[in-house]
Nanobody, 115 residues
C-alpha cells in the first residue's frame, strides 16, 4: 500500500490550493478515504472523508464550506480542494486509507498560509 500526497505549498490568505493523494497497492474504489492535517504543536485531526461512491461525506466544522473532497477511482486519486485559505489552515496534510483494521498513511504535504 502506498499513498503519495502532493499539491501543497505557500499561499496567501484567501488563496486556494488543490491537494492530491495517489493510491496504489490496493483496490482504491473499495476504500473510503480521509484527509487529516497536523498543525504546528497540534494533534493530527480529521479534515474530510469521502465514501466509496461519492455519496458519503464528512467535513470538519472548521473547513465546511471552504474545502471540497472528491475522488477519481479511475485515477486512484483523492483530492482536497481548499478555498479561502486562512493562516490557521497551515499544517501538514495527510491522506489515510483504513483497511482490515490497519491505517495506511502518506508522507504528507506541507500547506503554509501566510502573507
Amino acid at each position: 500500500v502506498q499513498l503519495v500526497e502532493s499539491g501543497g505549498g505557500l499561499v496567501q490568505p484567501g488563496g486556494s490550493l488543490r491537494l492530491s493523494c495517489v493510491a496504489s497497492g490496493f483496490t482504491f474504489s473499495r476504500v473510503g478515504m480521509t484527509w487529516f492535517r497536523q498543525g504546528p504543536g497540534k494533534e493530527r485531526d480529521v479534515v474530510a472523508y469521502i465514501g466509496l461512491d461519492d455519496n458519503i461525506y464528512y467535513y470538519a466544522s472548521s473547513v465546511k464550506g471552504r474545502f471540497t473532497i472528491s475522488r477519481n477511482n479511475e485515477k486512484n486519486t483523492v483530492y482536497l480542494e481548499m478555498n479561502n485559505l486562512k493562516p490557521e489552515d497551515t499544517a501538514v496534510y495527510y491522506c489515510k486509507a483504513h483497511m482490515d483494521g490497519v491505517d495506511y498513511w502518506g508522507q504528507g504535504t506541507q500547506v503554509t498560509v501566510s502573507s
